[in-house]
């Protein structure tokens, strides 16, 4: 079993539907992020939490919130989504420690907003 | 904002052939990582370079982190098709990796 979850795996919804990705891992890790990832712009940050009463934004957290349920889960919801939200949406975690410790990344949440 | 310019964007080579993947910034930081993601799946770490100048090598792939801490390169040996993916950077400007800047990616194809 993958360590870290997301699902759904693929979603197509309307504009102005509330959407909700969830991410559940098995890692152990305290730090856990949202992703999206658009053609030629990598990845950028939404939001983060180091730990279940943690949340800070990431660069492009506008019209996103989220939920850390549990130290295994983290939630992203889109409240009222629009095209532009269109793209790959990854979950990753993080172990505490010391500078240079890896994300592992779910395989993603593919979101279509027609 | 630190942002990550990777180049070339896209990269289709022959088997056998040499390339490198550059990694650049004006802004410096304190570790840089190299993943590798395959269509639908998540990045996967290959490698953390730490100290400006640090050379690491993983099999064919040679990774080296900038002097000033400002860029990275990847040069990969011998392509196979199996090194097809994204190639991303990311920068830890905090020390702690508590956040990844990454930077926008390189696709490449490695054919017949």
């Known amino acids: 079993d993958a360590d870290v979850t997301q699902t759904p795996r693929n979603r197509i919804t309307k504009t102005g539907k509330r959407i909700m990705l969830e991410c559940s891992q098995t890692?152990?890790?305290?730090?856990m992020y949202w992703y999206r990832q658009d053609p030629g712009l990598g990845l950028r940050l939404i939001y983060y939490?180091?730990?279940?009463?943690?949340?800070n934004k990431g660069e492009i957290s506008d019209g996103y919130s989220v939920s850390r349920q549990a130290q295994a889960k983290f939630s992203l919801s889109l409240e009222s989504a629009i095209p532009n939200q269109t793209a790959l949406y990854f979950c990753a975690t993080s172990d505490y420690g010391s500078g240079n410790q890896p994300q592992h990344f779910g395989d993603g949440t593919r979101l279509s907003i027609l | 904002t630190q942002l990550l310019e990777q180049s070339p964007q896209f990269l289709s080579i022959q088997e056998g052939e040499n390339l490198t993947v550059y990694c650049n910034s004006s802004?410096?930081?304190?570790?840089l990582q190299w993943y590798r993601q395959e269509p639908g799946e998540g990045p996967v770490l290959l490698v953390t370079v730490v100290t400006g100048g640090e050379v690491k090598k993983l099999k064919r792939l040679t990774f080296q982190f900038g002097d000033a801490r400002k860029d990275s390169s990847l040069h990969i040996t011998a392509a196979q098709p199996g090194d097809t993916g994204l190639y991303l950077c990311a920068g830890d400007g905090t020390g702690t990796a508590s956040k990844l800047t990454f930077g926008t990616g390189t696709r490449l194809q490695v054919t017949l």
């Open positions: 802004s410096v930081f304190s570790s």
């Open positions: 939490s180091f730990d279940v009463k943690d949340i």
């Open positions: 890692k152990g890790h305290d730090r």
